[in-house]
């Protein structure tokens, strides 16, 4: 990816990110990317869905090696219609609490880290 593509990219994904979280700032805002995903592509028509992910993750400070299972997490959160005030480990909580084995596992890889 050049150098100005890549501002390109950074600088719609941040003006969408800037459009859509104004007042949002729990996991239960929901579907971000979804929703600034068409924005984002009309900006760049010619970015490719793996580089918009990629700009995404590096505007959240997510490490490449990272990406993938804060993907997974947030299907698993996803699964479970977080509410707007919910944090992705009380998403995570509810979910283990009502038996989903995923969730169990992220909880404790979550808890293992703190």
């Known amino acids: 990816?050049?150098?100005?593509?890549?501002?390109?990219i950074r600088r719609a994904v941040e003006r969408v990110m800037r459009l859509l979280t104004e007042d949002q700032v729990s996991v239960g805002a929901g579907g971000l990317f979804?929703?600034?995903?068409?924005?984002?592509?009309?900006?760049?028509p010619d970015a490719s869905l793996e580089e918009i992910k990629a700009?995404?993750?590096?505007?959240?400070?997510?490490?490449p090696a990272?990406?993938?299972l804060y993907e997974h997490v947030l299907a698993v959160c996803g699964r479970h219609a977080p509410c707007d005030d919910e944090t992705?480990?009380?998403?995570?909580q509810r979910a283990?609490?009502?038996?989903?084995?995923?969730?169990?596992?992220?909880?404790a890889l979550v808890k293992s880290t703190h």
């Open 1 to 8: 990816m050049t150098n100005e593509r890549e501002w390109l």
């Open 34 to 44: 979804e929703l600034a995903y068409p924005l984002i592509a009309s900006s760049v």
């Open 55 to 63: 700009t995404f993750a590096s505007a959240w400070d997510i490490e």
């Open 66 to 68: 990272d990406k993938e």
């Open 88 to 92: 992705i480990e009380q998403v995570l």
């Open 96 to 107: 283990s609490k009502g038996g989903d084995v995923e969730a169990s596992c992220l909880l």
